[in-house]
């Protein structure tokens, strides 16, 4: 898998302030839109022509400068990109830029909050 962006959030980015986020979005290839019957005709064409693509979001806290591996939180298949938006007829409506700001909204926020409650099990138990 290629990696598309790498970065760090800091915890108050999510409303959790004692853990920072390491954030990596990666191009997933198993997913395709013919998969699910959501996507338009005109969507399949964009997501063709590299318009938009599938990706996997990982989301691993650090505390202090140690990342807690074993609370890593991944999701893949998330929409990534100039999203094309059409109506019930395959009509464009319009388009969503689907990047970090928009991923951070959702689904980034409750993924950390999820790595985060690992994180605290994981941390109490040594």
Sequence with gaps: MSIIDSYTIKGSDVGIE??????E???DGDVHPG??????????????NDEWQFVGVD???????????GAREALFGVEYGDYLLTNEDDNVTGRKDIGRDELLEHPIK???????STADALIAAL
């Design 25 to 27: 979005i990666v191009h």
């Design 110 to 116: 409750e993924m950390a909050e999820l790595a985060a």
């Design 18 to 23: 004692r853990y920072d986020f390491q954030i």
């Design 35 to 48: 998969d699910s019957d959501c996507y338009t005709d005109k969507q399949v064409a964009a997501w063709k």
């Design 59 to 69: 989301v691993v806290p650090t505390r202090h400068g140690v990342t807690v591996y």
